[in-house]
């Protein structure tokens, strides 16, 4: 293994989507981690090739993923890729000793369910070894984790609304989740649906009630699927997420008290008086929330950027805590404003 005596060798397969190019940013101005491995399926090539962004500040080679290489270069390595590629990087990843933080769908669901609404999968063994990678519900768990399955953005934004208020709500009653994305969570390919054309002074929503982020969000917070009701909308911005969240509760509570005392220790959950926004949290690892209460009925917001607390800052956020640093470690938490 190439060794940085005063860093963590770290690497990313998968650097040629946004999430890759977020890790990229984050892991180059990292205080601890040394980013000594980037690759995608074909390599042959420089960073700034696939992204010119970078240009003049990263010159790095993007190597042809390989298990054996990556095991040499690497005590931990980031897997930006697609659900079933990434699965078949893990299990011999994991057999030589590699740390992995896993961005895909592949090991966020116990199997029954991840295979109702993905596909066949192929490596049960570490599905009983996998942690999920919300810090604010396992902390304690990602600290001797060896495989982290970095949560979807969807789930996280909702999630972390519904968390401090399921005790709270009235059993059985609909949780209805109204959330909008921005473009960039489609991915870098280029499809019908994410058109310049089609996406541009326009709004829709995308499987409704069906979303493959629904069972996640269902299973993560201990409740039948049938009971969420999620609807996601794509919205013309580049990036940011915002859910509407509503509940049921039994009576009148102090919503806006529980939220803060539930959240008071966690540095990247910021509690509002205000209604969120997205642009308050772009580029940044924060989840800002809002709570409000008419009747029986709570209304949550929760705002985070997509690309960052949806996949890449949370990841890296998951490995500080994996490799025993701070959680905040190399994190930015200035917004990207105006």
């Known amino acids: 293994m190439s060794v940085n005596s005063s860093k963590i060798n770290v690497g990313i397969v998968g650097a040629t989507g946004y999430t890759g190019l977020e890790l990229v940013k984050i892991l180059m101005c990292h205080p601890s981690f040394h980013l000594n491995y980037i690759a995608n399926s074909e390599g042959g090539l420089n960073i700034n090739d696939l992204h010119p962004s970078l240009n003049g500040v990263c010159e790095q080679e993007v190597r042809k993923a390989d298990v054996n290489d990556i095991a040499l270069h690497c005590e931990l390595v980031f897997l930006a890729l697609p659900h079933k590629t990434a699965m078949a990087f893990v299990k011999p990843l994991m057999a030589k000793g590699v740390k ?25 063994e570490n599905l009983n070894h996998v942690v999920y990678g919300l810090p604010e519900m396992f902390k304690e768990e990602l600290k001797s984790a060896k495989l982290v399955a970095n949560p979807g953005c969807f789930p996280t934004s909702a999630i972390l609304a519904l968390l401090p208020f399921m005790e709270k709500r009235v059993d059985g009653t609909p949780i209805i989740i109204d959330a909008k994305t921005g473009v960039s969570g489609a991915g870098k390919k280029l499809s019908e649906v994410t058109h310049f054309v089609n996406v541009n002074d326009n709004l829709f929503a995308y499987n409704p009630l069906t979303h493959r982020h629904a069972p996640e969000i269902a299973q993560k917070i201990g409740v039948d699927f049938d009971e969420v009701n999620f609807v996601p909308h794509l919205i013309p911005l580049t990036r940011g997420m915002i859910s509407s969240v509503y509940i049921q509760v039994d009576g009148e509570i102090d919503a806006f008290e529980i939220l803060k005392e539930f959240y008071q220790d966690k540095p990247f959950v910021r509690v509002s008086k205000k209604p969120v926004d997205m642009k308050n949290v772009a580029g940044t690892n924060f989840c800002d929330i809002y709570v409000k209460q008419k009747n029986n009925t709570l209304f949550i917001s929760s705002a985070i950027d997509n690309l960052m607390r949806g996949a890449s800052s949370q990841a890296v956020v998951n490995a500080n805590i994996m490799m025993g640093l701070d959680e905040r470690s190399g994190i930015s938490n200035i917004a990207y404003v105006p």
């Open 100 to 124: 992995v933080v896993d961005l895909s769908a592949d090991y966020r669901l116990p199997k029954d369910i991840y295979e109702e609404f993905y596909t066949e999968h192929t490596d049960i």
